[in-house]
């Protein structure tokens, strides 16, 4: 398989598009709240990218996706299309899925929020996938293999009683928006890929508190929960190092190191 390794003036480049996915989600951050719509933290994020950061917000117009950001609230999986007829309610649990194009060079993150007080199922969804995307990313460094990332979030989700969701992977990142190799966050052959410095992907895990299963909806994007059981998901860019990894979207409400060594 053919993973483009980014070194030097690359790896610069994507410091800068990715720092700016992150800022976008700290920067939406205090306008969650009961009543605002989605469709209004859409065009706040892509006022702030376009306006504020001189960036592309890589969702719009992606096949065809009609706007800047992706925000999934309760049952929605990935790829909810904010709507200003959608209100946020206390007790909602949403994701801002934020990807960025700037000079040649994608980023892309996700975080969970939390509309005013959450149950404590919805709030255990959250803190477990965001525990799985953590431990994944402690144990990338050259030589491991791809496999392991989607083995170790498997195990810690399924423990927890929640389940993975097969149908959408992490993914290459650089030049493309979606680069080989796939990153599956369960265990499954991996076509023998090995991480090496220089490698970029995403780790994007989804995880239900239901069954893994999964439906589009009419509008051709919007991914739900089969069961209609909650769903969460956290997403970081990361780049492999010489001796282990560096989170390129990391944001400053996070307490986890921005550089890993683990050899
Ligand atoms: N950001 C998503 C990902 O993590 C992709 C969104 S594609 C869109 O890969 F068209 F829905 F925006
Ligand atoms: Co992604
Ligand atoms: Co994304």
Redesign the pocket.
């Known amino acids: 398989m053919d993973i483009s390794l980014k070194f030097f003036y690359k790896m610069k480049k994507m410091r800068i598009v990715c720092k700016i996915a992150s800022e976008v989600l700290e920067f939406i951050a205090p306008y969650i709240k009961p009543n605002v719509s989605t469709g209004k933290l859409d065009s706040l994020c892509h006022q702030f990218i376009v306006n504020e950061k001189h960036a592309v917000p890589?969702?719009l117009g992606?096949?065809g996706?009609p706007k800047s950001v992706?925000i999934s609230v309760n049952d929605v999986v990935?790829?909810g299309i904010p709507s200003n007829e959608k209100k946020l309610k206390n007790g909602d649990i949403l994701n801002i899925?934020?990807?960025i194009m700037k000079d040649g060079f994608y980023g892309?993150t996700?975080k969970m929020f939390i509309v005013g007080t959450p149950c404590s199922l919805a709030y255990r969804l959250c803190k477990v996938t965001e525990k799985s995307l953590y431990l994944a990313i402690q144990l990338i460094k050259p030589g491991l293999r791809l496999r392991a990332i989607g083995k170790a979030i498997q195990n810690f989700v399924e423990i927890e009683n929640f389940s993975v969701v097969r149908n959408y992977c992490?993914?290459g990142i650089g030049r493309k928006?979606?680069d080989n190799p796939q990153v599956l966050h369960y265990d499954a052959y991996d076509n023998g890929v090995i991480l090496k410095q220089g490698m970029s992907f995403?780790i994007?895990p989804m995880v239900n508190s239901g069954c893994a299963d999964t439906y589009i909806m009419r509008d051709g994007?919007t991914v739900k929960t089969k069961d209609h059981s909650l769903s969460a998901q956290y997403?970081h860019t990361v780049f492999v190092t010489k001796y282990g990894c560096e989170i390129m979207t990391l944001r400053s409400d996070e307490i986890i190191p921005h550089i890993y060594n683990n050899i």
């Open positions: 890589a969702a992606y096949k996706f992706c990935c790829h899925d934020v990807s892309d996700s992490g993914h928006f979606h995403t994007e994007w997403e």
